[in-house]
């Protein structure tokens, strides 16, 4: 089976850094996903990985180490609107495409 | 916007009663997916689909089924509804060919009395 794990809540000051950790254990990994989810609201892709390395997008970046099973979520110059919940989610070959996810991290941004 | 909406968006049961949930894309994406979200769960996979009349389970497939008719529709049935079924449900597609992310529709939240 698949299993990840990542910090049930995280706190961080708006304008910080913040680091969102998840480490997994799978078979046939393909990839590592990131989606954001704002209460009350559906899950939004942010980033996928499927090579070692750091990838970025604007605020958000996204890292992975397959020798590790350890990925990241990196949110730089936090705003408010960043207040949400985060789920790593590995892609794996238990059929087409399946996509297993983390329990969530909740960020909350203060002032 | 991957032009996914779910109906209905709220519904309240009850226990042992058939309900069904409807899932409609109108990209023609060939890959489907219902889920459920439960606090400290999650987003865990029922059932998926790969194509017309194409399904699979999922994870927590026990007490569901699904139907894939047509492209753009992927129906969600609670042979018998449990409080334990009591959960938001969302739908999601995979985006275009080769694509890794999944689109999700808005949810329907479901309890069971």
């Known amino acids: 089976g698949q299993s990840l794990e990542q910090p049930s809540e995280v706190t961080a000051v708006e304008g910080a850094i913040v680091q969102i950790n998840c480490t997994y254990q799978t078979s046939g990994f393909y990839g590592l996903s990131w989606y954001q989810q704002h209460d009350g609201g559906a899950p939004t892709f942010l980033s996928y990985?499927?090579?070692?390395g750091l990838e970025e997008t604007g605020r958000f970046s996204s890292f992975l180490s397959r020798s590790d099973s350890y990925g990241y979520l990196l949110l730089q110059e936090l705003q408010m609107k960043d207040s949400a919940s985060y789920f790593c989610?590995?892609?794996?070959?238990?059929?087409?495409?399946?996509?297993?996810f983390g329990t969530g991290t909740k960020l909350q941004v203060i002032p | 916007d991957a032009g996914i909406t779910q109906s209905p968006r709220h519904k309240v049961t009850e226990t042992g009663t058939p309900v069904t949930l409807r899932c409609h894309q109108t990209e023609n994406h060939r890959y489907m997916y219902w889920y459920r979200q439960d606090p400290g769960h999650g987003l865990r996979l029922i059932h998926y689909s790969y194509g017309v009349k194409d399904t699979d389970k999922g994870e927590v497939s026990d007490g569901y089924s699904v139907s894939r008719s047509k492209t753009e529709d992927f129906l969600l049935t609670l042979e018998s509804a449990t409080s334990s079924q009591t959960s938001v449900y969302f739908c999601?597609?995979?985006?275009?060919?080769?694509?890794?992310?999944?689109?999700f529709g808005p949810g329907t939240r479901l309890t069971v009395t």
């Open positions: 999601a597609i995979r985006g275009t060919s080769g694509s890794n992310e999944q689109y």
């Open positions: 990985n499927a090579l070692d």
């Open positions: 989610a590995v892609h794996h070959s238990g059929g087409y495409q399946k996509v297993t």
